[in-house]
């Protein structure tokens, strides 16, 4: 199984803050990548797919990088929207994996 | 506009067979090349990928489960269904169905609402 490392696992950060998130994959996954957010209580929401194209609809403060074991989910200019947990997914190969996710609090 | 809705199976008891369902409004189950998947995540806890299939039978699942789990397409109801035999309180969490989206690359996108599971006597 591909292992998905996610860090921070939590972060303290403000309104207008500039936030990134890493993800290192424990084997090489091209760009085989996605992110979500989830909000408490609530279902995953697609970010970015493909390690760096937006989804349609999602503000384009998100924004992601990377390839191959490491990759990067920045959000530009955090909204009180944004104050949840995201994670980072593979879809090289199954079983599908997920990471650990990193959860954004309020400073 | 793509929703899934999961059912609510409300008490399993330890031992049973968990069986969910997922409606799919606003699209086919049998359209294009979709695969219909559950994830699931346990209290707290992050997200664990169970499997997914299509209407054509293509079919994969987690190994962890592979042994315990059966997922189906219903065409007539437009449906996903799931089974997930021998439970225990280690299957507790939050069930949610997706649509596997994409062509080269996959993605999960839509997802339903999710639906609690307790597993408990």
């Known amino acids: 199984d591909i292992q998905m490392t996610q860090s921070p696992s939590s972060l303290s950060a403000s309104v207008g803050d500039r936030v990134t998130i890493t993800c290192r994959a424990s084997q090489s996954i091209g760009s085989y990548l996605n992110w979500y957010r989830q909000k408490p209580g609530k279902a995953p929401n697609l970010l970015i797919y493909?390690?760096?194209s937006l989804q349609s609809g999602v503000p384009s403060r998100f924004s992601g990088s990377g390839s191959e074991t490491d990759f990067t989910l920045t959000i530009s200019s955090l909204q009180p929207e944004d104050f949840a947990t995201y994670y980072c997914q593979q879809s090289y190969s199954t079983p599908l994996t997920f990471g650990g996710g990193t959860k954004v609090e309020i400073k | 506009q793509v929703q899934l809705q999961e059912s609510d199976p409300g008490l399993v008891q330890p031992s049973e067979t968990l069986s969910l369902t997922c409606s799919v409004s606003?699209?086919?189950?049998?359209?294009?090349?979709?695969?219909w998947s559950w994830i699931r995540q346990p209290p707290g806890r992050g997200l664990e990928w169970i499997g997914y299939?299509?209407?054509?039978?293509?079919?994969d699942y987690n190994p962890s489960l592979k042994s315990r789990v059966s997922m189906s397409v219903d065409t007539s109801k437009n449906q996903l269904s799931l089974r997930l035999s021998s439970v225990t309180a280690a299957d507790t969490g939050v069930y949610y169905c997706?649509?596997?989206?994409?062509?080269?690359?996959?993605?999960?996108?839509?997802w339903g609402q999710g639906t609690q599971v307790t597993v408990s006597s």
């Open positions: 493909a390690a760096s």
């Open positions: 997706a649509r596997r989206s994409g062509r080269v690359y996959y993605w999960f996108d839509p």
């Open positions: 299939t299509s209407h054509t039978g293509g079919i």
């Open positions: 606003g699209d086919s189950v049998s359209s294009g090349s979709y695969y």
